[in-house]
């Protein structure tokens, strides 16, 4: 299999642009996470979703962030406007079935808002 | 504030030598701990998980302690390798990961040195 594959995997863009993020995750499995890694704030869920419906997004920092799974072996991540301090790195993963814990995590997208 | 607390941000160690990893938790609720491993430029990877049921889990190199009194795991490589060296994360979840959210400490980097 080729595990969860997220794209693109460096995006350096300007302050007050669109930033659409991409994630596939691994076939078969129904829940899908997206995370944020920051030095500040270390890895944290973003939103997860679970046979394309969103379970929990608490952890989307602001209306600025948001997230669609519209099939199975889809999601998006997009974040409008970007702002500087969005600058991190993005991960993607997903998880069969009610074993939500053990993650498979695709390599991550580096964001840089200049 | 965090609730999941890795308060050694780097460790080094000699190869052949025990690598011991330390996790703090402060929600009483965590019944399900894990450990993933992070390479550069990847994604984090699963390693070892351990249920509040148990106080120690083994798999292969790898063992997991659990004392759930002082809300306190740790992670004992041995023997450890070039090999190990990475950055490794503790995560937590509540009633047994079923809610899907992992909450993760900011991590360890591990350096083992031929």
């Known amino acids: 299999d080729a595990g969860v594959i997220q794209s693109p995997r460096h995006e350096v863009t300007e302050m007050g642009q669109e930033v659409t993020l991409r994630c596939k995750p691994i076939?078969?499995?129904?829940?899908l996470f997206w995370y944020r890694q920051t030095m500040m704030r270390g890895l944290e869920l973003l939103i997860y979703f679970n046979n394309n419906v969103p379970i929990d997004d608490s952890g989307m920092p602001e209306d600025r962030f948001s997230a669609k799974m519209p099939n199975a072996s889809f999601s998006t991540l997009k974040i409008q406007p970007s702002e500087p301090r969005d600058s991190a790195v993005y991960f993607c993963a997903s998880s069969i079935g009610q074993v939500y814990n053990e993650q498979f995590f695709g390599p991550g997208t580096r964001l840089t808002v200049l | 504030d965090q609730q999941v607390k890795q308060n050694s941000p780097s460790l080094s160690v000699q190869e052949g030598r025990i690598s011991i990893l330390n996790c703090d938790y402060t929600?009483?609720?965590?019944?399900?701990f894990l450990w993933y491993k992070k390479y550069p430029a990847e994604g984090p990877t699963f390693l070892i998980s351990?249920?509040?049921?148990?106080d120690k889990n083994e798999d292969g190199r790898f063992t997991v302690f659990l004392n759930k009194s002082a809300k306190h795991l740790s992670l004992h490589i041995v023997p450890s390798q070039p090999g190990d060296s990475a950055v490794y994360f503790c995560?937590?979840?509540?009633?047994?990961?079923?809610?899907?959210?992992?909450?993760f400490g900011k991590g360890t980097k591990l350096s083992v040195k031929p």
């Open positions: 351990i249920s509040s049921i148990k």
């Open positions: 076939s078969g499995h129904n829940s």
């Open positions: 995560a937590a979840s509540a009633y047994g990961g079923s809610q899907g959210n992992l909450i």
């Open positions: 929600n009483s609720m965590f019944d399900y």
